[in-house]
C-alpha cells in the first residue's frame, strides 16, 4: 500500500453507461493527478490538480470530467466513453515532484465494451 | 513529439550483472530526471532521481547518470536480481516545487534471469 488509494481496480463499463473512478490520499500532499496508460505508450498527463484546483488540462476529450473536491480526494467522472478509453487509469499525488516524485496508486484497469 | 524517450522496449540480464537502462530527452528545459519502477498490477514506485546541477546519483546498486550535452540519461543497477525484473519508466520534469508536473517515457521492461 503507497498511501494513494484507487477504486475500484477493475471496471467494465458500456460505451452508454456512466461510471466514476475514486482516488484518495492521506499523505498530505497537495496537488494530485490523474494519468492514462494505454500499451505500448508513455504515460499521459490528464488532468492535475493543485491546492484541490485544476492546473492542468492536456486537451482531454469532454468524456472525462475530473472532481477534486478537496486535497486528499481525486474523482474521475466517465461518460459516453470510447473502446479505444480502455486503457490504466492511474491517480498520483505529490508535494515536490521533482525532488520527491509521485506516488502513485496501483491504477483502475479499465475496459469499454 | 515525444519529450522523453526509452528507444530500448525490453531488455534481459543474467543475475549478477549490470543492467543499464537509457532515456533520451528532447526538452532543454527539463532539470529534474526521475526512474520509477513498475509491477504487473501495481503502480509506478518512485526509484531515484537526479538533479541537472548534477551528473550522477546513486543509491545502494542503483546509480543515475546525466549527460546534459547529450541530453541522455541511464539508470545502473549492479548487481541485478531477478526481483529487479519490471517495467522502468524515465521522467522528466522542468522546473521544481508543485509546478514540476513529470513527463514519462514509455518504459523499458527489464527481465532477469537467475
Known amino acids: 500500500e503507497t498511501g494513494v488509494t484507487q477504486t475500484p481496480r477493475h471496471l467494465v463499463m458500456g460505451m452508454t453507461n456512466k461510471k466514476s473512478l475514486k482516488c484518495e490520499q492521506h499523505?498530505?500532499?497537495?496537488?494530485m493527478y490523474w494519468y492514462k496508460q494505454s500499451a505500448k505508450k508513455p504515460l499521459e498527463l490528464m488532468f492535475v490538480?493543485?491546492?484541490?484546483?485544476?492546473?492542468e488540462n492536456n486537451s482531454v476529450p469532454s468524456r472525462f470530467s475530473p472532481e477534486c473536491p478537496n486535497s486528499s480526494h481525486l474523482f474521475l467522472h466517465l461518460h459516453t466513453l470510447q473502446p479505444e478509453d480502455s486503457a490504466l487509469y492511474l491517480c498520483?499525488?505529490?508535494?515536490?515532484?521533482?525532488?520527491?516524485?509521485?506516488?502513485f496508486g496501483s491504477g483502475t484497469r479499465l475496459t469499454v465494451v | 513529439d515525444q519529450q522523453v524517450k526509452q528507444n530500448s522496449p525490453s531488455l534481459s540480464v543474467q543475475e549478477g550483472r549490470i543492467s543499464i537502462l537509457n532515456c533520451d530527452y528532447t526538452n532543454s528545459m527539463f532539470d529534474y530526471f526521475l526512474w520509477y519502477k513498475k509491477y504487473p498490477a501495481e503502480g509506478p514506485t518512485f526509484l531515484i532521481s537526479i538533479s541537472s546541477i548534477k551528473d550522477k546519483n546513486e543509491d545502494g546498486r542503483f546509480t543515475v547518470f546525466l549527460n546534459k550535452s547529450a541530453k541522455h540519461l541511464s539508470l545502473h543497477i549492479v548487481p541485478s536480481q531477478p526481483g529487479d525484473s519490471a517495467v522502468y519508466f524515465c521522467?522528466?520534469?522542468?522546473?521544481?516545487?508543485?509546478?514540476?508536473?513529470?513527463?514519462f517515457g514509455k518504459g523499458t521492461k527489464l527481465s532477469v534471469k537467475p
Open positions: 498520483a499525488s505529490s508535494s515536490d515532484p521533482a525532488n520527491y516524485g509521485y506516488t
Open positions: 521522467a522528466a520534469s522542468a522546473g521544481g516545487g508543485s509546478q514540476g508536473n513529470l513527463i
Open positions: 490538480y493543485n491546492f484541490k484546483e485544476q492546473t
Open positions: 499523505l498530505g500532499h497537495n496537488a
